[in-house]
């Protein structure tokens, strides 16, 4: 265990450089760097000091990531096994008083202070997305820590799987991997959400099988869609449409261009006993819109969940048109004094970004909007102000109203 722990060397940045480590930033790039002490392993911990050799904390070091040192403390010289304890007990006693726990994000990465992992639970089964190299070396530790504290709770964690097959992995110059941890179980699970039971497929689904960070905002929907004519673009799993149908909507059509999820959306409409007013249908959103306007449909709320549009700052520009298009397209379709849901999902996609945006769509289509509500993520996904990355879901609800 102590190998774990091991500070392998030191690294110096350039004077002048680290502010947002100084501003309570967890990342050191690689261009922020001065030199490199001898000895160091990549993987491992090191010291990180300012140009005149003030100690600024310790952290996980890649020299194969931009991301060259990912920080764990920036006070403690002592990171050791009761050190990440204490960092797991953290998160999960900051969720035990925030949110609804019984399927939720245990831990967040930088914003739990335990960088480049991501941990979910989905009933009694814990989902594992490990993104950097540092980390990974901890990755069964954590385990083990987050089912020592969770039994605590009364919690008893039946398996892991681990989901670490994002592509952002390469560039921390690590393999892609989905498998079990530990004993094998059956990776369909069966979540309930704001009343609404979904089966989860923890192999398969996107991400670690469920987006787990709307749940607060499927709820808030509940209130508006009750007795309405709804229509949910990009529905994935249903989400948004089942919702929707809990909540008492006449009619809901769910629309998403993949298969596999249009067929997970149906079987969990007949698993809440609402496919006879929860509807779903494999299409491109971006094209099936115009047809439902050219058709004369109109509906009393909206709800427009696409994917992220640009995951780097230099692909902004096209996400701009991309979220300008999409929210045009779907305010068409909002009867007068109907709802429109929009939101982004996109780090790069400010909340300023986006406000322009919709209003640019809003004008486009001769539509004034009424702010009914603003949000974000859930608060199992905590936004660290000091690192930005923390924060990526912007979420509007207007009322819509014609100009006359």
């Not at 009343?195 to 709307?214: A, C, E, P, R, S």
């Not at 209130?223 to 989400?239: A, S, Y």
């Not at 115009?290 to 449909?297: H, I, M």
Request: aromatic content about 10%.
């Amino acid at each position: 265990m102590e190998d774990l722990f091991k500070i392998t060397g030191s690294v110096t940045l350039r004077k002048g450089e680290g502010r947002t480590l100084k501003a309570g930033g967890m990342w050191v790039y690689d261009n922020e760097i001065d030199s490199y002490s001898q000895g160091i392993t990549d993987g491992c911990l090191v010291e990180v000091h300012d140009f005149d050799d003030y100690f600024m904390g310790i952290g996980f070091i890649n020299r194969t990531s931009k991301i060259t040192v990912r920080m764990l403390s920036r006070h403690e010289k002592n990171v050791d096994e009761k050190f990440i304890e204490d960092r797991v007990r953290a998160a999960v006693d900051y969720r035990y008083n925030t949110v609804d726990m019984s399927a939720c994000r245990l831990i967040f990465g930088e914003a739990d202070f335990l960088p480049g992992i991501v941990v979910d639970k989905y009933s009694d089964i814990l989902v594992v997305e490990s993104l950097a190299l540092g980390i990974d070396r901890l990755k069964s530790l954590i385990i083990d820590k987050l089912k020592m504290v969770l039994k605590e709770y009364g919690i008893d964690i039946r398996g892991v799987y681990e989901r670490s097959d994002a592509k952002v992995r390469k560039l921390e110059g690590m393999e892609r991997f989905k498998g079990f941890i530990g004993d094998e179980f059956d990776t369909n699970v069966e979540i309930v959400e704001n009343g609404v039971h979904y089966m989860i497929d923890v192999v398969n689904g996107q991400k670690t099988g469920f987006f787990l960070d709307q749940k607060y905002n499927r709820l808030a929907m509940q209130r508006i869609c009750k007795n309405k004519r709804v229509l949910d673009c990009f529905t994935h799993m249903g989400t948004f449409a089942l919702n929707a149908g809990i909540a008492g909507a006449k009619e809901v059509l769910g629309l998403d261009i993949s298969e596999y999820a249009v067929s997970q959306a149906e079987s969990n409409a007949k698993l809440n006993h609402l496919e006879d007013r929860v509807k779903f249908k494999c299409a491109n959103v971006l094209d099936e819109l115009p047809k439902l306007n050219e058709a004369g449909e109109k509906y009393d709320v909206v709800i427009l969940d696409p994917p992220a549009f640009t995951k780097s700052r230099e692909a902004t520009k096209n996400a701009i048109k991309g979220y300008r298009e999409i929210n045009m397209k779907g305010l068409k379709l909002v009867k007068d004094g109907g709802y429109l849901a929009s939101c982004s999902c996109s780090h790069f996609m400010t909340q300023e970004l986006l406000e322009k945006t919709i209003k640019e769509a809003a004008k486009a289509v001769h539509k004034r909007l009424r702010q009914v509500e603003f949000r974000t993520q859930s608060p199992d996904h905590p936004i660290l102000w000091a690192a930005e990355e923390s924060y990526y879901l912007k979420f509007f609800i207007f009322q819509v109203v014609d100009e006359k």
